[in-house]
């Protein structure tokens, strides 16, 4: 008899456990809920700071990882783009036919300039140099702005710099030299010089991707490493004949796509989102997926904090959180990924989630 009565009381502490978990007002999320889209981001591991661009409305966010608190600046046009300067303090935001100058440190819009193209990629150089991806037309040319000038800004376009339309690039840690790739079927890297501003010269490495679709780079935090896309791993160099050399490719389960990467030095990690798909029909993995940055080898994933719809008093329902951005702290300690909820109608769907590193 008095085991049953145990029994039953263990059974009611739970029920009533089950109940309060399910109950949309018990429920707390760790995740930070943003009220905004989110159009682009980048980090700084200089100031630590996330920094993120919304359409709805039209502004840059600036999310300080230490404090959690956010910023913003009101932006005159809704923007495409962002690209943050090197050593944290600035960063250039492209729309269609402008781009806008803004101070981090104090935030403030510095200039406005006008530009001839709509910015589908924009990257911040040194010496407030902007170079901006047309996202139309064919083939096209990268805009090459001197943000030093207070008139005839955009240079004139040269030979050096014709790109296929929907081309990206990346600043190389460096600071000397811009990595791009063009949206075809083998498309090589091109390393452009940047080191007097404009672009003076282009190499294309010998190294071609394969089934190769939307162009993205990402680098290792020393720039030794460029990683693309199809997950190749190529070797960079200022010797031409050492530059994009092949240096092994990142496994994955059904031949995924990289679709963000980020490098810890100080953890000696990569931590990848993959998608699956095609171009048209990109689909995210649900995780993180993390591996050694040496030899490339699986560690392990981490899972995402669902979304839940806090507005049913009567329901726990929840969705899967996707992730756009995944960004490690200057430290390695801590993750800051930038998630979406997926198919829902929340007023709230985007959000930072928090991943402590050990």
């Avoid at 679709?213 to 031409?240: A, H, M, Q, Y």
């Amino acid at each position: 008899m008095l085991m049953k009565k145990i029994l039953l009381a263990i059974v009611l502490i739970f029920m009533v456990f089950a109940c309060d978990s399910n109950d949309p007002e018990n429920i707390k999320e760790n995740k930070i809920l943003l009220n905004s889209n989110v159009i682009d981001a980048e980090y700084s591991k200089k100031t630590d700071q996330l920094v993120y661009v919304s359409s709805n409305p039209s502004q840059v966010n600036i999310f300080d990882s230490n404090t959690e608190s956010l910023k913003k600046i009101s932006l005159a046009y809704a923007p495409t783009c962002i690209s943050i300067s090197q050593d944290g303090n600035t960063a250039a935001v492209g729309h269609d036919g402008h781009i806008t100058y803004v101070n981090l440190k104090n935030p403030s819009i510095i200039q406005t300039y006008t530009i001839s193209c709509s910015a589908l990629d924009i990257v911040l150089g040194n010496n407030k140099w902007v170079y901006v991806f047309p996202e139309k037309d064919q083939w096209t040319y990268i805009r090459s702005v001197n943000m030093n000038l207070e008139y005839n800004y955009e240079m004139p376009i040269s030979i050096y710099n014709q790109i296929y339309a929907g081309a990206k690039g990346r600043l190389h840690p460096s600071g000397k030299y811009l990595y791009i790739q063009s949206p075809s079927s083998s498309s090589k890297i091109q390393r452009l010089t940047i080191k007097n501003g404009n672009i003076d010269d282009r190499y294309e490495s010998n190294f071609e991707e394969q089934n190769y679709t939307i162009p993205s780079i990402w680098f290792s935090e020393d720039g030794n490493r460029l990683f693309t896309k199809e997950r190749n791993v190529l070797k960079t160099s200022e010797l031409n004949s050492l530059d994009g050399v092949y240096n092994g490719k990142i496994s994955s389960e059904s031949n995924s796509k990289i679709d963000w990467l980020d490098h810890s030095s100080s953890k000696g990690k990569l931590y990848v989102i993959f998608s699956n798909g095609d171009q048209w029909n990109s689909i995210k993995s649900n995780n993180i997926y993390v591996f050694n940055d040496s030899d490339l080898s699986y560690l392990n994933k981490l899972d995402l904090e669902k979304y839940f719809n806090q507005t049913k008093k009567n329901s726990a329902e929840t969705y899967d959180a996707v992730p756009y951005f995944v960004f490690s702290n200057s430290t390695g300690d801590r993750l800051f990924v930038v998630t979406k909820a997926l198919d829902s109608d929340l007023v709230n769907e985007w959000a930072i989630q928090k991943i402590t590193i050990k």
